[in-house]
Nanobody, 122 residues
Framework: QVQLVESGGGLVQAGGSLRLSCAASGRTFRSYAIGWFRQAPGKEREFVAAVSGGGVSTLYADSVKGRFTISRDNAKNTVYLQMNSLKPEDTAVYYC???????????????WGQGTQVTVSS
């Protein structure tokens, strides 16, 4: 079992940057791919980025490609999402999630954090 806790959200102006962290508990952390998802009010949850267990492979949604970078430090049981050139449309609650599958689909992820709010003002 994996427990996940996100941090690093906040209010930032358009064009600014934030770094989200996802801290995990559990001895099998590196067995899991970790994904970031986001959900804005009135919208469906959407995939943002994912990193494989060893950190070698990554996936990004087209909407964030070139602006966001996902990485992980398995020694610290932590995954990061560096978000640059933020836009108002990036405003959402951001969740990290763990999966034994390599997937962009939220229903393939078994463990979820509580979420952290990111608000980008124009």
């Amino acid at each position: 079992q994996v427990q996940l806790v996100e941090s690093g959200g906040g209010l930032v102006q358009a064009g600014g940057s934030l770094r989200l962290s996802c801290a995990a508990s559990g001895r099998t952390f590196r067995s899991y791919a970790i994904g970031w998802f986001r959900q804005a009010p009135g919208k469906e949850r959407e995939f943002v980025a994912a990193v494989s267990g060893g950190g070698v492979s990554t996936l990004y949604a087209d909407s964030v490609k070139g602006r966001f970078t996902i990485s992980r430090d398995n020694a610290k049981n932590t995954v990061y999402l560096q978000m640059n050139s933020l836009k108002p449309e990036d405003t959402a609650v951001y969740y990290c999630a763990a999966s034994l599958k390599w997937s962009t689909s939220w229903n393939n992820y078994d463990y979820w954090g509580q979420g952290t709010q990111v608000t980008v003002s124009s």
